[in-house]
């Protein structure tokens, strides 16, 4: 089974590399830039196609690695150049799309799959280093997928399967988990900046406290994991943080902590761990202004 790049960007060259260092046979890239056609070939012994035509007939399984809004006009050019056949597996590496934006390779007989590595890919040295420890998430014809789960296998890589319709909530929660947690930084470090602490030397301090709720997480699920004022009912403090946001004028860390601590208290009550009486006034504080 030889697998194919078409586009040789960030995600094509680590994780080409890492199929290269696991023995699994690349036939080649083409990217429309010759100067990365050629990187991600050297990197990978393999060839440095001139066309995507020549690169389709030398390849078993093609994953077309341009960026999400080209994957399909990709793929319909593919089609319409007779370089999709029947025994080809066309997949693309998006966690935001389906296969479905493969469907004219699949109305031509090909198995269609979109096959997402759970990585940011910004260093391509880095990225490569990070790729053992990746979760994938694969989707597609299931009848045809038996050679990437044999290849998710060879790799050694644990993933989740999903349905073409799942595909949005999958990723909307992986924005969540990744990118709002970025947010949610963000707003805590301004407020350590405005107690004279350096943002930076601040959020060092308490990576160990984020650490330990991200193991806690993982063992106890977020309910059982929750800690904190809120989940004791502590009335008291939770007045006094919303005098310090309000007294300095932070109102836009405000929203998101008012906001994140209504979410909070529905959660603290899943477990049962406030009284009801706490539980309100912690709710009219919070919804106070
Ligand atoms: N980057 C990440 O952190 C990350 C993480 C997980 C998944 N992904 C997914 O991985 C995929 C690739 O992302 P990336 O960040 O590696 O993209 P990228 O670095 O922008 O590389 C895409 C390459 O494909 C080329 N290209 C576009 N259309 C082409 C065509 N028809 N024929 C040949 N080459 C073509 C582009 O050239 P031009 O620049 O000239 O268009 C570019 O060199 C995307 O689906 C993305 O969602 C990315």
Same mark, same amino acid.
């Given at each position: 089974?030889?697998?194919?790049?078409?586009?040789?960007?960030?995600?094509?060259?680590?994780?080409?590399?890492?199929?290269?260092?696991?023995?699994?046979?690349?036939?080649?890239?083409?990217?429309?830039?010759?100067?990365?056609?050629?990187?991600?070939?050297?990197?990978?012994?393999?060839?440095?196609?001139?066309?995507?035509?020549?690169?389709?007939?030398?390849?078993?399984?093609?994953?077309?690695?341009?960026?999400?809004?080209?994957?399909?006009?990709?793929?319909?050019?593919?089609?319409?150049?007779?370089?999709?056949?029947?025994?080809?597996?066309?997949?693309?590496?998006?966690?935001?799309?389906?296969?479905?934006?493969?469907?004219?390779?699949?109305?031509?007989?090909?198995?269609?799959?979109?096959?997402?590595?759970?990585?940011?890919?910004? +260093?391509? !040295?880095? @990225?490569?280093? =990070?790729?053992?420890?990746?979760?994938?998430? $694969?989707? %597609?014809?299931? &009848?045809?997928? #038996?050679?990437?789960?044999?290849?998710?296998?060879?790799?050694?890589?644990?993933?989740?399967?999903?349905?073409?319709?799942?595909?949005?909530?999958?990723?909307?929660?992986?924005?969540?988990?990744?990118?709002?947690?970025?947010?949610?930084?963000?707003?805590?470090?301004?407020?350590?900046?405005?107690?004279?602490?350096?943002?930076?030397?601040?959020?060092?301090?308490?990576?160990?406290?984020? +650490?330990? !709720?991200? @193991?806690?997480? =993982?063992?106890?699920?977020?309910?059982?994991? $929750?800690? %904190?004022?809120? &989940?004791?009912? #502590?009335?008291?403090?939770?007045?006094?943080?919303?005098?310090?946001?309000?007294?300095?004028?932070?109102?836009?860390?405000?929203?998101?902590?008012?906001?994140?601590?209504?979410?909070?208290?529905?959660?603290?009550?899943?477990?049962?761990?406030?009284?009801?009486?706490?539980?309100?006034?912690?709710?009219?504080?919070?919804?106070?202004?």
């Amino acid at each position: 089974m030889r697998i194919g790049f078409i586009g040789a960007g960030k995600v094509a060259t680590a994780f080409g590399r890492y199929l290269h260092t696991k023995g699994v046979p690349i036939s080649g890239y083409f990217d429309h830039h010759p100067e990365k056609t050629a990187h991600a070939s050297r990197q990978t012994e393999s060839v440095a196609f001139q066309s995507s035509a020549d690169l389709s007939a030398r390849s078993d399984v093609l994953f077309i690695t341009t960026r999400d809004d080209q994957i399909e006009g990709t793929c319909r050019q593919l089609c319409r150049e007779n370089s999709i056949a029947p025994r080809h597996l066309v997949g693309h590496m998006s966690g935001a799309h389906s296969s479905r934006l493969l469907s004219d390779a699949q109305n031509l007989g090909a198995t269609v799959f979109s096959l997402h590595p759970l990585q940011a890919f910004a +260093d391509e !040295t880095e @990225s490569l280093a =990070a790729l053992p420890e990746t979760w994938f998430s $694969l989707e %597609g014809d299931s &009848a045809g997928l #038996d050679p990437v789960i044999d290849l998710l296998v060879r790799m050694g890589n644990r993933y989740l399967t999903l349905s073409p319709e799942h595909k949005s909530l999958y990723h909307l929660s992986a924005c969540m988990l990744s990118n709002y947690l970025v947010t949610l930084a963000d707003g805590a470090m301004a407020a350590l900046e405005q107690a004279g602490i350096d943002p930076r030397e601040g959020f060092r301090a308490m990576r160990p406290l984020m +650490d330990g !709720t991200l @193991s806690n997480i =993982a063992q106890l699920g977020p309910a059982r994991a $929750l800690t %904190g004022p809120i &989940a004791r009912g #502590d009335a008291g403090t939770i007045a006094r943080h919303m005098e310090a946001l309000r007294a300095r004028g932070l109102d836009h860390i405000k929203s998101l902590y008012v906001h994140m601590g209504l979410r909070t208290l529905d959660l603290a009550g899943k477990e049962k761990a406030t009284t009801a009486q706490a539980s309100a006034e912690v709710r009219r504080i919070l919804k106070e202004n």
